[in-house]
């Protein structure tokens, strides 16, 4: 555990292991006011498509339950709308019951993609407060399946185009570095099979620069 004087350098440590591991760190976020300083991380993380696991609270929600005065200012109504458009998914349970569910399929699941996003949760000061007077039911494993990852049209690449119009290399490369230059090599390949030339925007340089098909510089 790293304690950070700052929630915006929380995620960007998370942001950097993601970068040198491949998986998602937790960064916890003290409730409305730490979540309205971590913004700037997490969209340079929602830029790089890094996995990062965000977990903060609010309330309580009922107001019978705040102290005066500090539990007012740190409640907000759908606070994952401050982040939700720089995230995959935010949730905010309203019983004890419905963490497990929510969070197995996001970051559980049996395939590696679960994990892959930025995800927000958002717990009720209230609810983890209180007392635990039930047994909460987990979910069996493999309750939870992932999509399968998008593809192209099989009858559109039936009919490929003559010629190819350049491929354009973005965040083709995975974000862990064995990973990256796997998918390196692989462009690589597509490339020269397809005869396509490639602009590399230089995200993260999936294209050698020296490669004859490289047309960056002249496009």
């Known amino acids: 555990m790293l304690l950070c004087q700052h929630e915006k350098i929380a995620v960007q440590i998370a942001h950097g292991y993601a970068r040198a591991s491949g998986k998602p760190m937790i960064a916890i976020v003290h409730n409305l006011v730490g979540l309205l300083h971590a913004p700037m991380g997490i969209y340079y993380a929602y830029l790089d498509r890094a996995p990062v696991f965000i977990i903060g609270a609010t309330g309580p929600l009922a107001e019978p339950k705040r102290r ?3 539990d007012w200012i740190h409640t907000a ?3 994952g709308e401050a982040i939700r458009n720089f995230v995959k998914w935010d949730y905010q349970p309203s019983t004890v019951d419905g963490v497990p ?3 197995r399929p996001r970051l559980l699941g049996d395939d590696e993609r679960a994990a892959k996003d930025r995800s927000i949760w958002c717990y009720d000061a209230g609810l983890q407060e209180a007392q635990l007077d039930h047994d909460v039911e987990m979910p069996p494993p493999g309750a939870s399946t992932v999509p399968a990852a998008p ?3 099989p009858a559109a690449l039936a009919k490929p185009p003559t010629p190819w119009p ?6 083709s490369s995975p974000i862990s570095p ?4 796997m998918a390196g090599t692989m462009i690589v ?3 020269e099979t397809l005869g396509a030339s490639v602009w590399d925007v230089g995200s993260r340089l999936n294209f050698p620069s020296d490669h004859p098909l490289n047309l960056t510089i002249g496009l």
């Not at 350049?166 to 965040?171: E, K, Q, T």
């Open 68 to 70: 005066p005065f500090i």
């Open 77 to 79: 109504n759908g606070q």
């Open 101 to 103: 569910g929510a969070f």
């Open 151 to 153: 593809a192209a049209d």
């Open 166 to 171: 350049p491929l354009i290399a973005w965040r």
């Open 178 to 181: 064995p990973a990256r230059r």
């Open 189 to 191: 390949e597509l490339a």
